[in-house]
Structure formats: structure tokens, C-alpha cells
């Protein structure tokens, strides 16, 4: 069954063109079976993309598809990516404005699966015909005349200084372990945390930063996070204004910590 990933900021239109685009797909897929991904065996898996670039300051969150950045044609945007294997992609090199990022920094060769990164995005006008193939594990497909693409220019390391939004949770960067990153966040009171101290990796961020007293409710501040293996056990505990559970094994943690006598200052527009 294929699943339908629609970014929440794109237009009802992305939702009638993509499922008109797939049906045939769908046609395609159950006709040849397992033969389209055998053809994709002996490609290369070289990068399509310069990773020499820059980390800005702050990267945009991933935004899904690039279909919102349809005005934005000749422009080069960084957003911070979690590689992923999972959503459509059409093309190779230049994918349609309306393929997972995620994904096709993984079919580029930019991103493994799990890794994080700054991703830089250049958006071209579309192209007449899209070659599908297989890359790093993910296939993605052809498709026809698509009037607006992007171009994956190269990734950059997310490293402490690189102040990245709120991801929400950690659950995003499991196995990254021993990396410190760096998320602008504003502390929230409520929201399910578990743990004192060492989270589980789907703990809320904005409220283990108050929890662990890096951050008050309602303040905004640049948190430092370091991801974490599992831990057997989690002990719940209430602190400033917080209430964490108790859990048993999970399979990843993280820690919060203040990055400097700035992080819990509040950040200028």
C-alpha cells in the first residue's frame, strides 16, 4: 500500500495532483513487481551533491516537500533534515517540487537514514521528463512534465553552534549518540516527559528543558542537547512545575543542559 505524506502548510491542490500522479504509479508497481527495484541494483551511490557547504546560524525545520517554495525558483534554502527512506521521490539529481526531503538527501547521497544534517536546497524550474532510479536505498520514480524542482547542492554537519528549531522530541536523532546539538526553544509546562535528568527520546523537549531547570515556562532559549543511548529504566520525578513518569527500557535517551550563560536569555527577532 503506498502512503500518502502531505505537509500540513501545503495547498488541498498537492493532495488531488499527487494522488493523480500516483495512480499510474500504482499500475506501474503492481505490473512489474519486484523488476523495477532489480533494474535500480547496479546504480551508483555517489553523492549528487557538493557537501561542501556552510551550516548557517539557524536552518529552517524541514518543511516536508519543497512545494510551498514554489515562488522561490533561483533561491537557496538550508533546512536542518533527518535522512529518511520513508516518501515519495520523482527524479534523480533534480527531484519535483513535491518529493520528500527527507528522502531524496538520502537517495542523493547527502544523508543516511537517521543522520541529521543542513541541507541545501536550490529550486530550479521543473523539467520535462523525471528518470526514476534506485539510490542509497531509496527508489524513486519518473514521472513526466513538472513545472517547478529542486536541486540538492550540498549538507552540511549540524554542530553545537548551529541553533536548530524545536524538533518537538528527540525520537528523530536516536542512535546519533555522543552528539551535542543545539535547538532554540521556548519552555514549556506541559506535554509528556520521562525521566529526570536522561530522557526518553520522545520526551517533550520544550518541557524537559523546564523540567531540568534550563528553561521557565514561556521562556525562550537556546537549549543544549546531548543524544543519548537507552537506558534500562527511567524514574519519574516532579520538578519546577513539571511532572516526568516513570518508564521502563527505551531505546534512546537524551540530556539536557544549558550552553552558556546566554541560554536562557531571551533571543532577539
Known amino acids: 500500500m503506498m502512503r500518502f505524506i502531505i505537509s500540513s502548510h501545503e495547498h488541498d491542490a498537492v493532495w488531488f495532483a499527487s494522488v493523480a500522479r500516483l495512480l499510474p504509479v500504482v499500475f506501474m508497481v503492481l505490473l512489474s513487481g519486484q523488476a523495477a527495484l532489480a533494474q535500480g541494483d547496479g546504480q551508483s551511490s555517489a553523492k549528487l551533491g557538493a557537501p561542501a557547504v556552510a551550516a548557517p546560524a539557524r536552518p529552517q525545520p524541514d518543511p516536508g516537500t519543497m512545494f510551498a517554495y514554489s515562488n522561490a525558483i533561483g533561491q537557496v534554502l538550508q533546512f536542518s533534515v533527518v535522512g529518511s527512506r520513508t516518501g515519495s521521490v520523482w527524479g534523480d539529481g533534480v527531484y519535483t517540487s513535491d518529493s520528500v526531503l527527507a528522502a531524496a538527501a538520502v537517495h542523493a547521497g547527502l544523508l543516511a537514514p537517521g543522520e541529521s544534517g543542513v541541507v541545501s536546497v536550490e529550486m530550479v524550474d521543473g523539467l520535462d521528463a523525471y528518470e526514476g532510479v534506485e539510490r542509497n536505498g531509496v527508489t524513486s520514480l519518473s514521472y513526466g512534465r ?107 535517551s537524551y540530556r539536557v543542559a544549558p550552553l552558556s550563560s546566554k541560554a536562557s536569555s531571551k533571543l532577539s527577532n
Request: glycine fraction near 18%; proline fraction near 4%.
Open 146 to 252: 513538472w513545472n517547478v524542482a529542486y536541486r540538492l547542492i550540498g549538507v552540511a554537519a549540524i554542530e553545537g553552534r548551529v541553533a536548530l528549531p524545536d524538533p518537538g522530541d528527540l525520537s528523530g536523532f536516536r542512535g546519533q549518540n555522543g552528539i551535542v546539538l543545539t535547538f532554540e526553544v521556548t519552555g514549556e509546562a506541559s506535554g509528556s516527559v520521562w525521566g529526570d535528568g536522561v530522557y526518553t527520546d520522545d520526551s517533550r523537549l520544550a518541557a524537559a528543558a523546564v523540567h531540568s531547570g534550563v528553561l521557565q515556562a514561556g521562556e525562550t532559549g537556546l537549549v543544549g542537547v546531548e543524544i543519548l543511548p537507552g537506558q534500562a529504566a527511567y524514574e519519574g520525578a516532579e520538578r519546577n512545575g513539571v511532572s516526568s513518569g516513570s518508564y521502563g527500557s527505551w531505546p534512546g
